[in-house]
């Protein structure tokens, strides 16, 4: 069993900045990569970051520039740093994880969604 929790959405004016952490949890023998999806209202689930354990790292077109994934890997933990955010980017942001369990069985696991709005 594998769990993820996200924490850090919220309310932010057009223009300002969030960080969203994800820490991975359970039976984990390996985490390899991590990242982000968003789904808007009345919208399909996209994608927006992810990053290897290496430490490479694949943007959509749509956040280039403004937001940065990063990952702690001691902590099983991804980050997501968003900048200039713009009210298009409310959404709630789901973690995702491929974790290699101790039995050495693969899961792709998600976490339960938080809440980003960009209002004014």
């Known amino acids: 069993q594998v769990e993820l929790v996200e924490s850090g959405g919220g309310l932010v004016p057009p223009g300002g900045s969030l960080r969203l952490s994800c820490s991975a949890s359970?039976?984990?023998?390996?985490?390899?990569?991590m990242g982000w999806y968003r789904q808007a209202p009345g919208k399909q689930r996209e994608f927006v970051a992810s990053?290897?354990?290496?430490?490479?790292?694949k943007d959509a077109d749509s956040v280039k520039g403004r937001f940065t994934i990063s990952r702690n890997n001691a902590l099983n933990t991804v980050y997501l740093e968003m900048s200039d955010l713009k009210p298009e980017d409310t959404a709630v942001y789901y973690c995702?994880?491929?974790?290699?369990?101790?039995?050495?069985?693969?899961?792709?696991?998600w976490g339960q969604g938080t809440q980003v709005t960009v209002s004014s």
């Open positions: 995702n994880a491929e974790v290699v369990q101790t039995g050495l069985d693969t899961v792709t696991s």
């Open positions: 359970g039976s984990i023998y390996r985490v390899n990569t």
């Open positions: 990053i290897t354990a290496g430490g490479r790292r």
